[in-house]
Every structure is written in C-alpha cells, then in structure tokens.
C-alpha cells in the first residue's frame, strides 16, 4: 500500500506541475480535494485487503481514530500541512 499511495502523490505532483506549464485553467484547490476523496476509499480498500475483512477494517479504523483522540490529532497537523502544500502547487 505505501507504493500506491508512493505512486500516487508523485503523480500527483508531476501532473499538476505539467498542467500548469501547459496553462490550463482549472481550480487547483478542486483538483487537490478530489484527489484526497479518492485517497479515502483506496485507502479503506487497502485495509480491508489487509485484514481480510471489512469489520475487522472498521474496527482497526475506530481503534486507531476514534479510540486515540490524541494521536489523531498529531496526525492532523502535518495532514494540514500537507494541504496547505498541495494548494500551493
């Protein structure tokens, strides 16, 4: 699963480079917000494949965010962070 999401955030940076240099107009705060939506369910299918089951995946996802209230929010900075990167692309 690290190189999906590997892959995906270089190919995320190369096409948003690439389409600026071909100055195409679109909102890039758009394109940075769709590509976290579809980081969601890869993310979520990836862990059910992991754990072979998906209430076992929903329990690992409630344990770890809702069951550890400060370790979420030690993620959540440098997840703000990283947004703030992508929409300055």
Request: charged residues 15%.
């Amino acid at each position: 699963s690290l190189l999906v999401f590997t892959f995906q955030n270089a190919a995320f940076v190369l096409l948003m480079r690439w389409s600026k240099v071909l100055d195409t107009h679109y909102n890039s705060t758009v394109a940075v917000f769709l590509t976290e939506v579809l980081k969601l369910p890869l993310s979520v299918l990836l862990l059910m494949y992991e754990k072979r089951s998906v209430s076992e995946a929903c329990a690992t996802l409630n344990r770890e965010i809702l069951g550890a209230p400060m370790d979420t929010l030690k993620i959540s900075v440098p997840a703000l962070l990283y947004t703030v990167k992508n929409n300055c692309l």
